[in-house]
């Protein structure tokens, strides 16, 4: 892990850039250096049940930590890009505790009322961002199972919005859902024909 700046540092992260479906969601933490959670890796480099007792400590252990996002409007109007800097920047907000500098995922960094540095692959890299990194995506998850159960013939609970042959095939059969992209090229296509 790599040495990190001093004073409150949260980490900051995304989930769900890649779906064709669903908000993104980010999350913001700030660690507790005495006391340190063990196994904090990038979510995807974890299973489903290590990703939820993780997430369960990480908010039992961290300073503060908050959960934000950007609806599937937002990101049809503003982009995918700028729809995930600003789940970011909501999370930060969203801090009960005001870090002093945020290290982000990712080559961009968000406006934030902070000091921000971006960091490519920092999930893998740094505490703080993987703990991001698995708030993000275990709140995603449990979103896209509550929209699977609003909309059963799309089949989120196997796929999580992402564009597998599964999802591709309920989207042909089904057509498109008001929780689906707009602005993604498989659902344009759709919405075209």
């Avoid at 779906?19 to 993104?24: F, K, Q, S």
């Avoid at 995506?137 to 564009?163: E, I, N, Q, W």
Wanted: hydrophobic share 50%; net charge neutral.
């Amino acid at each position: 892990m790599l040495l990190l700046p001093e004073g409150l540092v949260c980490g900051v992260d995304e989930a769900g850039r890649g779906p064709l479906a669903g908000p993104v969601v980010a999350a913001a933490v700030i660690l507790d250096p005495a006391n340190p959670i063990a196994g904090l890796n990038d979510s995807k480099k974890l299973s489903a049940k290590r990703r939820e007792a993780l997430a369960v400590e990480i908010r039992a252990k961290a300073l503060a930590w908050a959960v934000a996002e950007a609806s599937v409007e937002e990101i049809d109007q503003i982009n995918i890009l700028q729809a995930s800097l600003l789940a970011m920047q909501r999370a930060v907000e969203l801090l009960s505790t005001s870090p002093t500098h945020a290290l982000i995922d990712g080559n961009r960094c968000p406006n934030l009322p902070c000091s921000a540095e971006a960091i490519i692959g920092g999930d893998g890299k740094v505490a703080s961002i993987a703990a991001a990194s698995i708030l993000a995506k275990t709140v995603r998850d449990a979103g896209m199972m509550l929209l699977h159960v609003a909309y059963p013939m799309y089949s989120f609970d196997r796929h999580m919005g992402y564009p597998t042959a599964l999802h591709l095939a309920a989207l042909q059969e089904h057509g498109v859902s008001l929780v689906h992209r707009r602005s993604y090229a498989p659902v344009a296509r759709l919405i075209s024909k």
